[in-house]
């Protein structure tokens, strides 16, 4: 294929208003380090980036998301990216929220080895372990602890025992798990978090003193998100191969499921600190792909088969929950039209 060996990066910056996208030269080799937002023409796109932009721009899953980058491809290169409007780009560092699950709970694996874990560390790690914060209190002091995020002053964690084995959407059972694990790591500096979690997955994730709530805190772009997802397609992680361990009903009404914020069709699962997405096809409810939504909508996603990867990179704080539920069904339809040539409506 042309293009699997390359990457295309368009912004959308005048598309509604001109007919053109963007406002440079085209494609290049990718290099993970860099700024990848070139321009190019409408006329310059094939069927099925055209597709995928004007989805972007008109589909009504995605016209009230603002500003947003959004990329797909595979364990070698991005595919094909672009910029909804001027502010986000793939190197635009933002709070990505629960999107931290996920990346914490494949260092964890990574640092201790999934045939090492005990059953109440997976319960930990796939939210069915009794352990649920009080409060919402970002842990973003300078200085503080992973003990003391766990501690009252902050989240206030507790062992909820009518809760144990029950499906329970909280951060509270991983930062039980960092407590235990890393509790007098800080956010910043040489003993952070984050120096932790880089060093466990060869990634660059930046310092920031909300790390400390390690279900939550992390900030960062999609070009290092992109990172953590090539290496979980290339296998280099003990989690590339547990994305459906352990894995637990999710969606409202399912067995054994006391809280779940899961809002979407679809029949979803809970695995080791991310969601399994399900659907139906032919009647039958098959695995599509595994992703961990932040709350103020950064979407990462990998397909079932593990050879694809997806991000979109938003950051609305005022919105509550269901900014992630939005970017997933926005996302879902972008990758839909690139795939099929077909503007999704």
């Known amino acids: 294929?042309?293009?699997?060996?390359?990457?295309?990066?368009?912004?959308?910056?005048?598309?509604?208003?001109?007919?053109?996208?963007?406002?440079?030269?085209?494609?290049?080799?990718?290099?993970?380090?860099?700024?990848?937002?070139?321009?190019?023409?409408?006329a310059a796109l094939t069927v099925q980036e055209q597709a995928a932009v004007d989805t972007a721009n008109t589909s009504a899953s995605c016209t009230s998301l603002g500003n947003f980058y959004w990329e797909l491809g595979n364990g070698t290169a991005p595919l094909f990216?672009?910029?909804?409007?001027?502010?986000?780009?793939?190197?635009?560092?933002?709070?990505?929220a629960s999107a931290s699950k996920w990346l914490y709970a494949s260092a964890y694996v990574q640092a201790k080895g999934y045939?090492?874990?005990?059953?109440?560390?997976?319960?930990?790690?796939n939210f069915t372990s009794g352990f649920i914060d009080a409060n919402s209190t970002l842990c973003g002091d300078p200085g503080t602890t992973v003990s003391e995020c766990y501690g009252p002053d902050y989240k206030d964690v507790s062992f909820r025992l009518l809760q144990h084995g029950q499906f329970f959407y909280n951060g509270g059972h991983m930062q039980k798990l960092a407590l235990d694990d890393i509790g007098a790591r800080q956010g910043t500096g040489v003993a952070s978090v984050v120096d932790w979690l880089n060093n466990r997955l060869g990634t660059t994730l930046p310092e920031s003193d909300g790390a400390v709530a390690v279900a939550g805190g992390f900030s960062g772009s999609a070009a290092h998100y992109r990172v953590f997802l090539m290496k979980l397609l290339n296998n280099e992680y003990e989690m590339s191969s547990r994305l459906t361990a352990d894995a637990v009903p999710a969606w409202n009404g399912g067995p054994n499921v006391s809280y779940t914020p899961w809002s979407g069709s679809g029949q979803a699962h809970y695995g080791l600190g991310h969601w399994i997405e399900r659907e139906q096809v032919n009647g039958v409810w098959v695995v599509t792909g595994h992703s961990s939504p932040g709350a103020f909508g950064f979407y990462p996603w990998v397909g079932a088969a593990r050879n694809r990867y997806m991000l979109l990179a938003r950051s609305r704080q005022l919105f509550g929950d269901e900014e992630g539920e939005k970017s997933r069904v926005c996302a879902q339809a972008i990758r839909k039209a690139y795939e099929s040539g077909v503007p999704q409506p």
């Open 115 to 125: 045939a090492n874990l005990t059953a109440e560390e997976k319960r930990r790690l």
């Open 1 to 42: 294929m042309r293009r699997h060996m390359k990457a295309r990066f368009i912004s959308t910056c005048g598309l509604l208003a001109v007919g053109i996208i963007g406002c440079g030269p085209g494609e290049g080799d990718f290099d993970p380090a860099a700024e990848v937002s070139t321009g190019t023409s409408r």
């Open 81 to 96: 990216g672009f910029s909804k409007g001027s502010t986000v780009t793939a190197t635009t560092v933002m709070p990505i």
